[in-house]
């Protein structure tokens, strides 16, 4: 018999009722610590010899539901929840890289992202080598013996554009390296890269699996598909470690290795833990994450559909275009939809995209996606405006660029509500 489906996990995958109280809803242990059972428990507890609670900055109940779920819902073999998404991203690099190594990403990143790889990881002595997500080839070009990971997004932000995993997952794999991918944009339930060659997968747990705009939250998940222990280019995976009485965590954890080494070396030392309230939102949004997930790209579709007909409008980028270039790539990854966040570029340029976003009524002008309500930004005026203007296009965030994140609200609503900004750009 098959397992349960996506929109039963949603639901239910990781959770119980509360063994004290018969509570059907995750409780919020808002709690910093637990209770040993006694010293030979706690001692267990601190190597790694038992699994428990033992303080909130490395494991916590809801955030455990949290992980659980998020783990099955990706195909994981465990997962770990961050306070960010950044955050996440930080403590996979922190397990991997060591000063003076390399990874190589695709150009096209949340403009967050491109500041932290290219700017607050040189503090590590982390370089970035950028490759052309759409060509392979650019990435096997930038890979020397210091390269330790790639790096791209399932769908990128603001683009939408949609990557093809498995080629990329290919260069990786022929060079013994892991690929990483950022899922935020599509979600398990459109896109699940761990099928398509990813070994790790990493989300802003704060757009659309939260989905209501209201909790930070990041998540790394483990596909369990990678073998640290290969070489010795992971040593934090293959090699003793003191802090533990020499345990080699790949040795002792298998295919989960990677997830418990973000947690036991980097969440307990670096410390950058999501709080239980917010693990608790989260794990309520996640619950109605396909229902939501399914009108989002339905109505951005629609939407995209009405721009590409507007006279004021110059282009649209959305891969559920049947003449999109990326359409191909959507049927492969994305069958079910090509997700909410997509650009489009205005006739008038920099100035037109700036009235756009201030006449905007229904929209909420804001530097977030994944919100149940539709959000529109201008990056060039905002997210991306600390990048260099010829990083600024390469990123997909030129001058004349709009980005949407299309809600769940009556589609004629969203319509109406662009119609009329656009009428006055």
């Not at 059972?37 to 949290?66: C, E, K, M, W």
């Not at 990813?198 to 790394?220: C, R, Y």
Request: hydrophobic content about 40%.
């Amino acid at each position: 018999m098959d397992g349960p489906k996506f929109e039963t996990l949603a639901i239910h995958a990781g959770a119980q009722p509360d063994p004290a109280t018969g509570a059907r809803a995750t409780p919020i242990y808002q709690t910093t610590s637990f209770v040993f059972d006694d010293v030979d428990h706690a001692a267990s507890l601190f190597g790694l010899q038992q699994f428990g609670n033992i303080y909130t900055r490395i494991t916590n109940p809801t955030q455990a539901v949290l992980e659980e779920r998020v783990a099955a819902l990706e195909g994981g073999t465990a997962s770990l929840v961050t306070a960010s998404g950044h955050a996440a991203q930080l403590l996979v690099f922190q397990a991997l890289m060591r000063p003076g190594e390399e990874f190589v990403a695709s150009r096209k990143l949340y403009g967050g992202s491109i500041n932290q790889f290219g700017h607050a990881f040189k503090s590590f002595d982390w370089n970035v080598k950028w490759a052309d997500p759409f060509d392979p080839g650019s990435f096997e070009a930038q890979i020397n013996d210091k390269t330790k990971a790639i790096f791209i997004e399932s769908i990128a932000n603001p683009g939408g554009v949609i990557l093809d995993i498995e080629a990329i997952a290919e260069v990786a794999h022929r060079h013994k390296l892991p690929l990483i991918v950022d899922n935020t944009m599509a979600t398990p339930y459109l896109c699940k890269p761990l099928e398509h060659g990813a070994d790790i997968v990493v989300h802003s747990l704060t757009k659309f699996m939260g989905g209501h705009g209201n909790s930070m939250g990041g998540v790394i998940v483990d596909g369990g598909s990678f073998d640290w222990s290969a070489d010795d280019r992971y040593p934090m995976l293959s090699e003793p470690r003191p802090e533990y009485n020499g345990i080699v965590l790949h040795e002792t954890f298998g295919n989960f290795a990677f997830a418990i080494a973000c947690r036991v070396l980097g969440m307990r030392d670096l410390g950058p833990v999501i709080s239980p309230f917010n693990a608790f939102l989260i794990l309520t949004g996640i619950e109605t994450l396909p229902l939501r997930m399914q009108r989002h790209s339905d109505n951005a579709l629609k939407v995209a559909e009405h721009l590409k007909a507007h006279d004021k409008v110059a282009w649209v980028s959305y891969a559920g275009l049947a003449d999109d270039p990326g359409h191909d790539r959507m049927q492969k990854y994305c069958p079910k939809g090509a997700g909410a966040v997509f650009t489009f570029g205005l006739k008038g340029g920099y100035e037109a995209g700036v009235k756009f976003v201030e006449a905007l009524e229904l929209f909420s002008h804001l530097a977030n996606i994944g919100d149940t309500r539709s959000l529109v930004i201008h990056p060039a005026s905002t997210t991306h405006r600390q990048l260099a203007d010829d990083q600024k296009t390469a990123a997909g965030a030129g001058p004349d660029v709009v980005r949407l994140s299309i809600g769940i609200e009556e589609v004629s609503d969203i319509i109406a509500d662009l119609d009329q900004a656009l009428a006055q750009a």
